[in-house]
């Protein structure tokens, strides 16, 4: 895994189309990690949970979450 990207100024369609790229182009077994808002956690979360990645997110102050997707 690599140092989390700062997602949290995209609009959950671009964040959504930005993780597809990413994801696509990761090995299986690893996973990427990302900051975003509370609004992205909850449109972005369940939809790659349900794909069957594995999610998992930390608040890291008021509207800031570290996010984690891996394959």
């Keep these: 895994m690599t140092e989390p990207m700062d997602f949290t100024e995209l609009t959950c369609t671009n964040l959504m189309?930005?993780?597809?790229?990413?994801?696509?182009?990761l090995p299986q077994g690893d996973r990427v990690a990302f900051f975003a808002t509370r609004e992205q956690v909850d449109n972005t979360c369940s939809p790659f949970s349900g794909q069957g990645y594995q999610v998992s997110w930390d608040q890291e102050a008021e509207n800031r979450y570290l996010v984690r997707l891996g394959k």
């Design 17 to 25: 189309i930005k993780l597809k790229i990413l994801l696509n182009k």
